[in-house]
């Protein structure tokens, strides 16, 4: 992000309903994310997959939640993506308000033309920044990058 801002992002497989049972990777999936200080949920906003985006967030944190409320309770940052390829804007809009009702960032993001990418960085900088926890285990960030001895947010 410049100015000694820098964090690492691990760009991992989506849940699917049934994870907390172990369906798809569940169960190794749900264990790894619990390192991490923030999660970005990437929920296809586009009509083109036929699916509800507010559905599918709600299933995903319904796994979480059913893992370990701690995992849940994680901070959150919601990416609604393929705005490019969206007809019907009420979808953004629906799953953006869902999110602001819940106090959850929302960023409406297009990978094609680069909208809000910037936006998404600088909301999970916002959270780590703040001082989201470091998981067990892991070097604790003070939040402010760039000093002398303090680590960096990742």
């Given at each position: 992000l410049g100015q000694y801002r820098t964090f690492v992002v691990a760009d991992i497989p989506g849940l699917i309903e049934g994870a907390h049972h172990g369906q798809g990777l569940g169960i190794k999936f749900l264990?790894?994310?619990?390192?991490?200080?923030?999660?970005?949920?990437?929920?296809?906003?586009?009509?083109?997959?036929g699916r509800d985006p507010v559905h599918d967030l709600e299933i995903?944190?319904?796994?979480?939640?059913?893992f370990s409320e701690a995992l849940a309770g994680k901070p959150q940052v919601?990416?609604?993506?393929?705005?490019?390829a969206v007809?019907?804007?009420?979808?953004?809009?629906t799953l953006r308000a869902r999110c602001t009702g819940e106090g959850v960032p929302f960023v409406a993001l297009s990978a094609v033309s680069g909208e809000g990418i910037r936006e998404?960085?600088?909301?999970?900088?916002?959270?780590?920044?703040?001082?989201?926890?470091?998981?067990?285990?892991?070097?604790?960030?003070?939040?402010r990058a760039g000093r002398e001895g303090e680590a960096h947010p990742t």
């Amino acid at each position: 992000l410049g100015q000694y801002r820098t964090f690492v992002v691990a760009d991992i497989p989506g849940l699917i309903e049934g994870a907390h049972h172990g369906q798809g990777l569940g169960i190794k999936f749900l264990r790894h994310i619990e390192r991490t200080r923030v999660l970005v949920h990437l929920v296809d906003a586009s009509e083109m997959s036929g699916r509800d985006p507010v559905h599918d967030l709600e299933i995903v944190n319904g796994e979480l939640r059913a893992f370990s409320e701690a995992l849940a309770g994680k901070p959150q940052v919601v990416a609604g993506s393929k705005i490019d390829a969206v007809s019907d804007r009420a979808r953004i809009e629906t799953l953006r308000a869902r999110c602001t009702g819940e106090g959850v960032p929302f960023v409406a993001l297009s990978a094609v033309s680069g909208e809000g990418i910037r936006e998404l960085l600088e909301a999970v900088w916002s959270i780590l920044d703040a001082g989201a926890p470091a998981p067990a285990g892991t070097p604790s960030a003070s939040g402010r990058a760039g000093r002398e001895g303090e680590a960096h947010p990742t």
